[in-house]
């Protein structure tokens, strides 16, 4: 069974920095593409940013690109965003999510989400 | 303002068929295959449709999904109370390099 599990969300200060982590389950984790979308509070669904299989192509949405890094450690079936220079509008759920393939063709699979909330 | 445009909500009664819309571009409707997910409230989204019209195993065959040009559109028949959640489509914009979803759909089973 698929199992994403997301943590790292919290309160964080505008303008400060927060990791959010994914522990993958359940699958062979470098075969696959895996994303992060978002979702804010009573709002729809936001697309962050994607991972190769291999780290080697990355991709972000424009409200993030600069500030946010996607990665992954393969050894460890581990999904990262580094969420630099946080705004109060990257306040969300944040969910870990993946692909059917290794460069990216659609989400089959997402964790809970993890909260995070920008305020200060 | 979501890329993909959906209608904010839909309603039907139970046992009516219902449609949800999806409308975009030539970068990503237009060139690859649309995904719809369901979400209840509090819960991570679900896939329901990937691919245009295939359905993941244990999603019900009330649920279908089609595509004609930049368009598309989720079909729910036989409508039941356990459908209602919202509706989410998805597809890849090979301009934006990213995936793109609707603003959401929610479903009302009157």
């Known amino acids: 069974e698929v199992q994403l599990v997301e943590s790292g969300g919290g309160l964080v200060q505008p303008g400060r920095s927060l990791r959010l982590s994914c522990s993958a389950s359940g699958f062979t984790f470098e075969d696959y593409a895996m994303h992060w979308v978002r979702q804010g509070p009573g709002k729809g669904l936001e697309w962050v940013a994607i991972i190769n299989w291999n780290s080697r192509t990355v991709d972000y949405a424009d409200s993030v690109k600069g500030r946010f890094t996607i990665s992954r450690d393969n050894a460890s079936n581990s999904l990262y965003l580094h969420m630099n220079s946080v705004r109060h509008e990257d306040t969300a759920f944040y969910y870990c999510?993946?692909?059917?393939?290794?460069?990216?063709?659609?989400?089959?699979?997402w964790g809970r989400g993890t909260l995070v909330t920008v305020s200060s | 303002q979501s890329v993909l445009t959906q209608p904010p909500s839909a309603s039907g009664a139970p046992g009516q068929r219902v449609t949800i819309s999806c409308s975009g571009s030539?970068?990503?409707?237009?060139?690859?295959?649309i995904n719809w997910y369901q979400q209840f409230p509090g819960t991570a989204p679900k896939l329901l449709i990937h691919?245009?019209?295939h359905r993941p195993s244990g999603v019900p065959d009330r649920f279908s999904g089609s595509k004609s040009g930049t368009s598309a559109s989720l079909a729910i028949s036989g409508l039941r109370s356990e459908d209602e959640a919202a509706y989410y489509c998805?597809?890849?914009?090979?301009?934006?390099?990213?995936?793109?979803f609707g603003g959401g759909t929610k479903l009302t089973v009157l």
């Open positions: 999510a993946k692909d059917t393939q290794g460069s990216g063709w659609y989400i089959d699979y």
């Open positions: 998805a597809a890849w914009d090979d301009s934006l390099k990213g995936v793109v």
């Open positions: 030539s970068s990503n409707i237009g060139a690859n295959t």
């Open positions: 691919s245009n019209n």
